[in-house]
């Protein structure tokens, strides 16, 4: 199980993504098609074509880490966006990583500090 703090930033890539690239190839796509920094301590996840398989690149302050879930029935859910990425948050990569859809489920409303 991976236990993500609820203030880390997230970010999902909303294209496909040939898993075969590695701790390179995800952060060159993180860099040019995100404009974001890889180092700077977020989750970036990349889904393939058959939304069967994701990656979590993943940087500690030490070394990148890589996070690989493969589905043996199912799909990850397409995640619709106009642009190359959506910010989510732990509960949502949670439901994600879970099989819950993320567009019928609805959130109570809750108290938010002003930033």
Request: charged share 25%; aromatic share 10%; hydrophobic share 40%.
């Amino acid at each position: 199980m991976l236990n993500v703090p609820s203030t880390m930033p997230i970010f999902l890539y909303t294209q496909p993504t040939d898993m075969r690239r590695g701790f390179d190839g995800l952060s060159g796509i993180v860099r040019q098609a995100l404009g974001a920094d890889p180092l700077d301590g977020s989750l970036f996840l990349f889904i393939n074509r058959r939304r069967d398989r994701l990656k979590i690149l993943h940087f500690d302050g030490t070394g990148f880490w890589l996070y690989y879930k493969r589905l043996e029935a199912g799909t990850f859910e397409r995640i619709a966006s106009d642009g190359p990425c959506v910010e989510i948050d732990a509960t949502q990569l949670a439901m994600l990583l879970g099989g819950v859809s993320l567009v019928s489920a609805t959130r109570r409303k809750r108290y938010r500090r002003a930033s």
